[in-house]
């Protein structure tokens, strides 16, 4: 019974997130610059929450088109842990 006190007292505890601007590029599309963005991100941050995309551009090199997803991410701040 105490552990489930303890338990739900734990969840009990408002999270705190962080929020950081990540570019995503893509030679195919605008959707795959931001799965791009979100996999490498992935890579370093745990508990990524929410991609918001911001912005969405085309960058022109030569004839060549460079989609890329200007994102917001937010993730589950933890402090020193």
């Given at each position: ?13 408002p999270a705190v997130y962080r929020l950081i601007d ?27 929450r929410v991609a918001e995309v911001d912005t969405l ?25």
């Amino acid at each position: 019974m105490a552990k489930a006190k303890a338990a739900k007292k734990k969840a009990s505890v408002p999270a705190v997130y962080r929020l950081i601007d990540v570019v995503g590029t893509s030679s195919v599309s605008w959707a795959d610059a931001a799965k791009n963005a979100i996999s490498a991100a992935q890579k370093s941050l745990r508990d990524l929450r929410v991609a918001e995309v911001d912005t969405l551009d085309v960058k022109v090199e030569g004839s060549k088109l460079i989609y890329r997803a200007k994102m917001k991410l937010s993730f589950k701040y933890h402090g020193d842990d």
